[in-house]
């Protein structure tokens, strides 16, 4: 009789049967992972050539006012990218680079990066973030990312990474400390002196101007006449600005209120005494025709100019009207009901004026605008008056007494009042100076160096390289363990047993 005897299966692993054939199939898959690491290495760098490089770098900070914003002081746009612009870099090319190096190897030796130093500010965004005991809601987890966009848009702005190929110089590293250190001083130069971005505000009228001699008495008091309502209404302008009320002129010591008081009391007592001594008597004139002509010319142009101001202040006054009608219409609808626009259809008027009107009123509903429409509708007003005051002057009948005045004496007095205007623009233009000044940083210029210019060498085995190197490695390793398992799989019988023993 046959007994069936159970067959008895282990449950155990021996760890002898996975280790030993890797061990002794170790140089095989070391073989793999250098195949694996070398045919890398071959891709990424197109063969089998190492290149290395040395640069000089030097780290530039913008200190100025709406650097981070990307605008200069004067509300100009600003790129780092001006530092590497043409004409900067033909100055620096003529001062310091040899003539048998090309400008476009030149050029092509300098490149620029953004430099991060905003990891304190960016610290504070991640310590916040991990203040929170809880998790972040979306509108959180938006805002936190918005702060560190920002964080980092704006340091890239203000600092930057300025790179010299030294194979330029031939690694001479003094040659191109000199090199990097006048590019950005010499954008700050052309950038202040030739652009004026640190002119927060402008200039005034130039004093040669001022003071341009002419010879005919009637030219020459309308121009003095001018010339002061300009500077009036720049004093005026002026006179209430936070950064130009405490400023004094460094040559006059004069302020704005000086100024504002000194034009008040030339145009009261000498500038306009002159021009109607000037205009009604005629003195100085070659004939009495030249003065009669010019008299009526002048009276005529100043009657187009108030005819204009009249239909620029009677449109903006019923564009406000109409503004105001709508609102009591809205008040009036109920909810649900529709209204019409208003239109404003004033065919005497030109398009453009038309055109600004409809533009102003497709934003009739927010309040700056309404209050930009008043404004303009002032301002038209007080040069209506001005103009209606000028009329009446020149409507006036001459007294016929200019036999009686000297001509000589007349125009010394212009003349030295308009030496006086020529004084009080250049104490208006050394104020504005000072205030424009005030947007440099303590060393006068628009920058400042972090650290000092180094020596950076780089090759195309990056660090990046080394890390798909490893990964190749491990790759590969994992290869060859596959294969050895496979062949011990598909071997015969007794070879695995002969392996086991």
């Not at 780092?80 to 092509?108: K, M, N, T, W």
């Not at 070659?286 to 009276?299: C, H, M, P, Q």
């Not at 390289?465 to 071997?491: C, Q």
């Amino acid at each position: 009789m046959i007994q069936n005897t159970p067959t008895s299966y282990s449950d155990e692993i021996d760890l002898r049967d996975i280790l030993w054939p890797l061990w002794l199939g170790k140089w095989r898959i070391l073989l793999w992972g250098l195949i694996f690491s070398l045919g890398t290495v071959i891709y990424q760098l197109g063969g089998l050539s190492w290149e290395k490089s040395s640069s000089a770098q030097m780290q530039v900070h913008f200190n100025f006012d709406g650097a981070e914003t990307g605008l200069y002081p004067n509300r100009t746009k600003f790129s780092p990218l001006e530092i590497l612009s043409g004409p900067v870099l033909r100055q620096v090319y003529a001062r310091h680079v040899d003539p048998a190096v090309s400008f476009d190897d030149f050029s092509a030796a300098l490149t620029m990066a953004p430099g991060f130093a905003g990891a304190s500010r960016l610290d504070g965004v991640i310590a916040n973030l991990a203040a929170q005991d809880k998790g972040l809601s979306v509108a959180e987890f938006n805002e936190a990312i918005a702060a560190y966009s920002q964080t980092l848009s704006q340091s890239a702005r203000i600092n930057s990474t300025l790179l010299l190929d030294l194979s330029l110089v031939n690694g001479n590293m003094a040659k191109a400390s000199q090199i990097l250190s006048d590019i950005p001083d010499t954008w700050a130069t052309q950038a202040i002196k030739n652009r004026g971005v640190l002119n927060q505000i402008q200039p005034t009228l130039s004093s040669q101007i001022i003071t341009a001699e002419e010879q005919d008495l009637l030219i020459k008091v309308n121009i003095l006449s001018d010339t002061h309502k300009v500077l009036s209404k720049i004093t005026n302008d002026y006179i209430n600005s936070p950064l130009l009320n405490d400023i004094a002129d460094p040559s006059s010591g004069y302020k704005l209120s000086d100024l504002e008081h000194l034009l008040g009391t030339e145009g009261k007592y000498r500038i306009a005494i002159l021009k109607e001594i000037v205009i009604k008597s005629g003195v100085g004139a070659d004939s009495e025709i030249w003065n009669k002509g010019f008299r009526e010319a002048r009276l005529a142009e100043l009657e187009r100019q108030r005819d204009s101001l009249e239909r620029m202040v009677t449109v903006y006054n019923d564009a406000l009207i109409q503004f105001s009608q709508q609102d009591d219409s809205q008040a009036q609808t109920g909810p649900g009901q529709s209204q019409t626009s208003p239109q404003i259809y004033s065919p005497q008027y030109s398009n453009d004026l038309v055109n600004t009107l409809l533009q102003l009123g497709s934003k009739m509903a927010d309040p700056e605008y309404r209050k930009e429409l008043l404004e303009k509708k002032i301002d038209f007003s007080s040069d209506l008056e001005s103009v209606i005051s000028e009329i009446e002057f020149y409507q006036s009948e001459s007294d016929g007494k200019s036999a009686a005045l000297d001509s000589t004496k007349i125009s010394q007095l212009i003349t030295d009042s308009s030496a006086k205007m020529a004084g009080l623009n250049d104490a208006l233009t050394g104020i504005i100076q000072v205030a424009n000044n005030s947007s440099l940083s303590d060393n006068g210029q628009l920058y400042d160096l972090l650290g000092s210019i180094v020596e950076v060498n780089s090759s195309n085995l990056s660090s990046r390289l080394l890390l798909k190197l490893i990964l190749a490695f491990m790759m590969g390793s994992a290869v060859g363990v596959f294969v050895i398992f496979l062949r011990r799989v598909t071997a015969p019988t007794s070879t695995v047993d002969v392996l086991g023993s």
